[in-house]
């Protein structure tokens, strides 16, 4: 086997997942554009309405995943590829189920106020989403487009970072800004689920960068 056949072993035959994978990722970068605008929102009736766009998302995102799994069990490809596509696909839909449950957090506290650090964070994540929609459109050539995907994989692990100095920096000042112990246990709820939402955009560019470590 020549050594170009070799890595292209290693390249999903079947091109008609790449769609859903970017079809998925445009629900995602959506719902994550979303995230900053509800939390600097105080009226109840526009959080809510955030809220259901968030949800029509994450709704959208599943039906993509059924279809993605429909098309998967009638495709035939080798294990290794099998395994790669499917993790891809549910790590994916796990980022949009944390975003949504972001959502939640938001709407059901009904925060007065929210510090600028938790803004902060939510914007890394709407700007980790727009990376992570960038990669998915560019894996249909990933061999030559390898090194951009790369760096775009390295983006979304330093805005990891920054969120795991902020979500640290966060907790350790939160017992001592003078708020309520329930204003302490909500606050608490969301820097934690944006610190979750978060780390499951990480994981999806390590699995990326693991994929094209391969070709």
């Known amino acids: 086997m020549s050594l170009n056949g070799f890595f292209q072993f290693f390249v ?49 995102g599943d039906a993509v995943l059924r279809d993605f799994y429909t098309q998967l069990f009638g495709t035939v490809l080798t294990p290794f590829e099998r395994e790669d596509v499917h993790e891809l696909a549910e790590m994916m839909d796990t980022f ?10 938001i709407l059901t506290r009904r925060f ?36 951009e995907i790369n ?6 692990k330093t805005i990891e970072h920054d969120n795991d100095e902020l979500y640290g920096n966060y907790i350790s000042k939160l017992f001592s800004n003078g708020y309520s112990l329930t204003e302490i246990i909500k606050r608490k709820d969301l820097v934690q689920v944006l610190e979750n ?3 499951s955009v990480k994981y999806i560019s390590d699995k990326i960068k693991s994929i094209i470590s391969k070709l």
Request: aromatic letters at 6%; charged letters at 35%; a negative charge.
């Open 12 to 60: 999903p035959k079947e091109k008609k997942f790449y769609p859903l994978y970017q079809q998925q990722a445009a629900y995602i970068d959506q719902a994550a554009k979303l995230l900053p605008k509800m939390l600097k929102e105080t009226e109840l009736e526009q959080l809510e309405t955030l809220k259901k766009e968030i949800k029509a998302c994450e709704t959208d």
């Open 96 to 105: 949009l189920d944390r975003i949504d449950d972001t959502a939640n957090i």
């Open 112 to 147: 007065l106020a929210v510090d600028e650090d938790l803004n902060t964070m939510a914007e890394n994540i709407m700007f980790a989403a727009e990376a992570l929609c960038a990669i998915i459109g560019k894996l249909p050539k990933m061999y030559d487009n390898r090194k």
């Open 151 to 156: 760096r775009l994989c390295q983006e979304i």
């Open 197 to 199: 939402t978060t780390n």
